[in-house]
Nanobody
Framework: QVQLTESGGGSVQPGGSLRLSCAAS????????MAWYRQASGKERELVAF???????TYSDSVKGRFTISRDYARNAMYLQMSDLKPEDTAVYYC???????WGQGIQVTVSS
């Protein structure tokens, strides 16, 4: 059973930074694709970024240039470094690992002055 646990969320002012972490209960080398999704209140869940085992990364247009996704195989973790945060980045952020449909429980990020 793969368990994913997010941490690092919280409240920040516009223009600020946060780093989200996703800790896996298994070796992340078994998770070919790992991703961050987010869901704002009243909206559908959307893909933020994903990273593959070879290290290829993809970002949504809304976060490109501001967010960076990375993986640490030694720590079995994935990260999302978020910079220049905007109020529209406010959402519950989820990590996901595949193959399979493995999701974390989600963590709140609030960007507000």
């Amino acid at each position: 059973q793969v368990q994913l646990t997010e941490s690092g969320g919280g409240s920040v002012q516009p223009g600020g930074s946060l780093r989200l972490s996703c800790a896996a209960s298994v070796s992340i080398s078994t998770l070919y694709v790992m991703a961050w999704y987010r869901q704002a209140s009243g909206k559908e869940r959307e893909l933020v970024a994903f990273i593959t085992t070879p290290g290829s990364t993809t970002y949504s247009d809304s976060v490109k240039g501001r967010f960076t996704i990375s993986r640490d195989y030694a720590r079995n973790a994935m990260y999302l470094q978020m910079s220049d945060l905007k109020p529209e980045d406010t959402a519950v952020y989820y990590c996901k690992g595949g193959p399979g449909d493995h999701w974390g429980q989600g963590i709140q990020v609030t960007v507000s002055s």
